[in-house]
């Protein structure tokens, strides 16, 4: 196994598969690891991309005793380790909350990155703001915190019955894997969600110079399907997929959309 510290002597576990196509870098949404990747990843590997993947701040194998986990830091981990493994110019996709620590890698990275996808991504606001209808507001994610620390399994296990589209063709030993790997989230962790709902990358997304890919899920309970395609809306150069019959995941939902649509938009950043 790999860790980079980053912060002292704590450390961040990642995966650095290579390849000669494309490099991208993956980054899982809130609670989650590196392991929700894994129906993707071989699809990857199998088109010979370099990827790297990465389990964020008190999440997965990661250190859970950081100081600060937010946006900020959690994007610094991710830039420290693409110059640690040598990436030329990869894609960053983020999938939920990694959505918003990707867009800020990316917007950080300028030309040294060749794309930016969004999987369901939780930018470039989580709450609504003058001019962003989309979202709740920062109190009611304080709320959902709040609702966690009084019962960490409880809560955690109905993020885990949400993440997927009440008719989608998962398993339900899908979901209780799920439930299991959120478990192993520490509790600084909580302060990525309330770091998110207060970051605001409208500008940054606006005037973002390298092409993006967005996937928005119709029935999705967390990032509604119009703030996936008002985000799109704002970037320059940007493909927006909508998937029909996924919620919060189309890389479980609809996997044959997302990684067709996922190879096609690394060939053309080729």
């Not at 885990?160 to 962790?189: R, T, Y």
Request: aromatic share 8%; glycine share 12%; with cysteine.
């Amino acid at each position: 196994m790999a860790y980079l510290n980053v912060d002292g002597d704590r450390r961040i576990y990642y995966e650095h598969h290579a390849g000669d196509g494309r490099a991208i870098v993956l980054i899982h949404g809130w609670g989650a690891s590196t392991r929700f990747w894994d129906t993707t990843l071989p699809s990857l590997l199998e088109a010979g991309h370099e990827v790297v993947l990465l389990d964020v701040r008190a999440a997965g194998q990661s250190d859970n005793d950081f100081a600060e986990v937010s946006v900020d830091t959690t994007a610094s981990d991710v830039i420290a380790l693409i110059e640690h493994t040598g990436l030329d110019k990869p894609v960053v996709n983020g999938w939920s909350a990694g959505g918003a620590i990707a867009a800020e890698v990316v917007i950080r990275l300028g030309d040294r990155a060749s794309g930016l996808v969004l999987t369901c991504g939780a930018t470039p606001r989580y709450s609504q703001a003058e001019g962003w209808p989309h979202g709740g507001t920062a109190e009611e994610v304080a709320g959902l915190v709040a609702g966690i620390r009084q019962d960490r399994a409880a809560g955690l296990r109905g993020i885990a019955n949400a993440v997927c589209a009440p008719d989608a063709a998962v398993s339900p030993d899908l979901v209780e894997w799920m439930w299991h790997e959120f478990m192993k989230i520490g509790v600084k962790g909580d302060d990525l969600l309330v770091s998110i709902a207060e970051a605001d990358v409208r500008e940054g997304l606006g005037a973002l110079g390298v092409p993006a890919l967005l996937y928005g899920g119709r029935h999705d309970a967390f990032v509604a399907y119009d703030a996936a395609k008002a985000a799109a809306d704002l970037i320059p150069d940007a493909r927006f997929v909508g998937c029909e019959k996924s919620g919060h995941a189309p890389f479980y939902e609809e996997p044959e959309l997302y990684r067709e649509e996922l190879l096609a938009f690394l060939q053309k950043v080729s």
